[in-house]
């Protein structure tokens, strides 16, 4: 679909800069999914790689969707006991592309610990320089690892393009520290979250205007706001505008302002050409 193509709505356009469309829960509606993110308004996506099949697949569907789709390539660091030479090399060809548009995603998670610390932490290591090597904005994961994760992501920043907390779930200082060093912030429905949501829900407000943007991380994190509740658990991107309408609540600012504002940082930090 080209830009002349997507259809006017009346919602003002965004960016979800978190879709993992390559999931199989999306194989046997896929269109229709694509079309009802559409009627809302949401006209870009950043399709995620989260490991080796999802970052190719995320890339063979930027190139089959060029005027909606960009995407990373990366692993997170649930798969990082998997990373090796051979994943480098794969991981290296699809960021050559130039419908990808950053590295990862990449980083701690040391809630689960599915794959050990040290191992997470070469995998960073080593996504961060291809992300370096290849001129390529960080794509970050980060849960309940910032001690480790600062100081590494630190020490790559003078050389990055650019760096994103997406899904950022931690506290205030820490997202002082990663506004700090440059990062931009992704806030997904998490958010809207009555049980998990409220310290986020705190710290929104005081996210600068020119590090906010907004995400489903679909399938995941349907925001819990939504009214009439969705049958199914799986989010889509036709939730995004509910993500948008609590932030907008939240920091006292019109949905169209927040829209206009994520729509402008996510071309900014990643591209979106």
């Known amino acids: 679909m080209t830009d002349a193509q997507i ?8 960016i979800d800069i978190a879709a ?24 870009k996506y950043l399709v995620v790689g989260t490991d080796i099949e999802s970052s190719e697949k995320s890339l ?23 990373w090796s030479a051979e994943a480098a090399q794969r991981f290296s060809a699809c960021m050559a592309q130039s419908k990808c548009i ?30 370096v090597e290849h001129g390529l904005p960080a794509y970050l994961h980060v849960r309940d690892a910032h001690a480790d994760f600062y100081p590494i992501l630190k020490e790559f920043m003078p050389d990055l393009k ?25 806030i997904t429905g998490w958010v809207c979250d009555e049980r998990r949501g409220l310290d986020l829900q705190k710290i ?7 590090r ?9 994190l349907m925001p819990r706001t939504l009214s009439p509740k969705p049958k199914s658990r799986r989010n889509e991107p036709m939730y995004l505008p509910e993500v948008l309408r609590v932030i907008a609540e939240l920091r006292q600012q019109s949905p169209t302002e927040v829209a206009e504002l994520t729509w402008h940082n996510s071309h900014r930090f990643f591209g979106f050409v």
């Open 212 to 220: 906010l943007m907004i995400e489903t991380d679909c399938p995941y």
């Open 20 to 43: 993992n469309l390559s999931h199989d829960c999306f194989d046997a509606d896929f269109e229709a999914v694509l079309q009802n993110g559409l009627a809302v308004g949401v006209q």
């Open 162 to 186: 650019n760096a994103v907390v997406h899904c950022f779930t931690g506290l205030q200082p820490e997202m002082e520290a990663y506004v700090e060093l440059g990062c931009g912030i992704g």
């Open 102 to 131: 950053a590295a990862g995603e990449m980083g701690l998670d040391y809630f689960r610990n599915f794959s050990s610390p040290e191992d997470q932490r070469t995998a960073f290591t080593a996504q961060l320089a291809l992300a």
């Open 7 to 14: 259809p006017k709505t009346c919602f003002p356009p965004i």
């Open 204 to 210: 929104v407000p005081y996210i600068p205007d020119d």
């Open 60 to 82: 063979l569907l930027s190139g089959k969707y060029p005027a909606q789709f960009w995407c990373t390539a990366g692993m997170h660091p649930h798969h990082a006991s998997d």
